[in-house]
Nanobody, 121 residues
Framework: QMRLVESGGGLVQAGGSLRLTCQASDDSIRNLSGGWFRQTPGKEREFIAAVSWNGSGTRYADSLSGRFTISKDLNKNAFYLQVNDLRPEDTAVYYC??????????????WGQGTQVTVSS
């Protein structure tokens, strides 16, 4: 079964940027759409963005500003989330997911283990 592994999280100062990577274990990801979510303790998981299987289509949560950009690289079996102008309220565990019916905001069959992003003020 395909596995997803997130990377790129860490501690960053407010105003900084991060690029999160979701690396798939095999090329099954090539035919799948992808998504990014985040979660903080005591809160429900929040949808951030979705990308179509070939990267040509993207969708973002209405509640989020234009600071997030999702993309996909078919050749690397990976997709990404670029986050700019980070704010302390962006602190969360970020998860990637795959195999949603694009542009799904909740149902995905494959999930990563998450990567922590902490933004200091």
């Amino acid at each position: 079964q395909m596995r997803l592994v997130e990377s790129g999280g860490g501690l960053v100062q407010a105003g900084g940027s991060l690029r999160l990577t979701c690396q798939a274990s095999d090329d099954s990801i090539r035919n799948l759409s992808g998504g990014w979510f985040r979660q903080t303790p005591g809160k429900e998981r929040e949808f951030i963005a979705a990308v179509s299987w070939n990267g040509s289509g993207t969708r973002y949560a209405d509640s989020l500003s234009g600071r997030f950009t999702i993309s996909k690289d078919l050749n690397k079996n990976a997709f990404y989330l670029q986050v700019n102008d980070l704010r302390p309220e962006d602190t969360a565990v970020y998860y990637c997911a795959a195999d949603g019916n694009y542009p799904s905001t909740h149902h995905y069959d494959y999930w990563g283990q998450g990567t922590q992003v902490t933004v200091s003020s």
